[in-house]
């Protein structure tokens, strides 16, 4: 896409903009593909916005806040995972712990 171009922004990071409202699609247009069924949508964007975003400082302070956000969702998940581990496991305490017997041989 030539969006993505412009901006050196990957799919899923337009997408992303897309449903967070940073950008605002001009208008969408439905295309078919050589006659079939399958209709794909292609958004159109104000040619001035487009024009200003590289030059601005906006795009490298909303790609700051996704790489945050990302991050806090990776500790969230990770403590999610060690609490789900530690709660199949149940409590390691050395009173749980299993008797182990010492040889006796002095």
């Known amino acids: 896409m030539e969006i993505e171009d412009i901006l050196a922004m990957t799919t899923s990071e337009r997408h992303r903009w ?3 409202g940073r950008f605002k699609s001009a208008g969408t247009r439905f295309a078919n593909l050589n006659g079939r069924a399958l209709r794909i949508t292609v958004h159109g964007f104000d040619f001035k916005v ?11 302070e909303q790609r700051v806040k996704d790489a945050e956000a990302k991050a806090g ?34």
């Not at 487009?50 to 490298?60: F, I, Q």
């Not at 990770?78 to 409590?91: H, Y």
């Open 73 to 106: 969702q990776r500790d969230r998940a990770a403590l999610q995972a060690k609490l789900k581990r530690t709660s199949r496991r149940g409590p390691r305490t050395a009173k749980d712990a299993p008797f182990r017997r010492t040889s006796s041989k002095a």
């Open 50 to 60: 487009v024009k200003e975003l590289p030059d601005s400082a906006a795009v490298k």
């Open 18 to 20: 897309l449903t967070d």
